[in-house]
């Protein structure tokens, strides 16, 4: 992304609502804040949810994650909404995100999301709420979960605003979502018609990804067995600079699991592409991703970068 002496309209705005000038000094060039000041925890969650509830889901508010994070180290935590109607059996919106995280802005990072398929949004109207939500705080867009194919016009002007406001998209891609074919074509034209913007990979489609020799159905699956050669992740984060990993979820945790050797390799070859995540979003939900990445060992500064330093600085975060 590029960067400019002059105190950018998301930064002006941003300092308005905290009234900080630790924020403003950022934007023109100071140093930033030393990372004692975040608050404490060993990881940033680039991907929960907070739920209403609704038929057997039990809620889960702020309160409930909050709890939840004290208890695994997790200093902040990004919450998503779910607006597409593919992603999820209620929807969570971002006004109900915004509201949700509102008294815990410190540890809880609200995202923003809109349908591109909404009726009568232009793209003008897309840079607008986008804006909108960006002065109330979002940091990112996501999760991204509409079932158009990867590459479809409506998603590309939604990127591309995305892109203008400055907020990394965070999708799901799978064979109902987001969709596209084995190698990820769809994916790669986006991210060279759009190289503004920064992407952040999630779900089926993306982690089998991780490996070569696939066939449609595996987009939708969760591999078994060796990591192949040839898989398209490698590539496009040796071609792209704009391309990030969210290992949260049982696609994730699949990916690193399968193939444990080729696993902690990857995550000590990538570690700049690397974000934690936990898809954590129902009370009492197993989480995998702690065990198993405490089990690779990982050096220290490989940590850091993967488990949180990564997370705030594609988020511009401050202490």
Known sequence: MKTTQNISRRAFHQAALAGSAALLGAAVGAKPASADAFPKGKYVDIHTHLGQKWGTKEKLEAVDLLKWMDAHDIAQAV?????????????????FVLKETAAHRDRLIPFCAVDPRTINLSSQGKRDILRKYQDAGCKGFGESKPGVPMYDPRNLDLFQACAEVGFPVLFHLDNQRNTDTPGLPGLEKVLKEV?????IGHAQGWWASISGGLEQANLQQYPKGKVLPGGAMGRLFDTYPNIYADVSAGSGANAFSRDPEHGRAFCIKYVDRLLFGTDYLMPEQVVPQFELFDSFDLPEEVQAKFFRDNARKLLGLSA
Not at 80 to 94: A, F, I, K, R
Not at 195 to 199: H, I, R, S
């Open 79 to 95: 919450v998503l909404p779910l607006v597409n109607p593919e992603s999820w059996d209620h929807p969570l919106t971002t006004d």
């Open 195 to 199: 190289p503004e913007a920064t992407f």
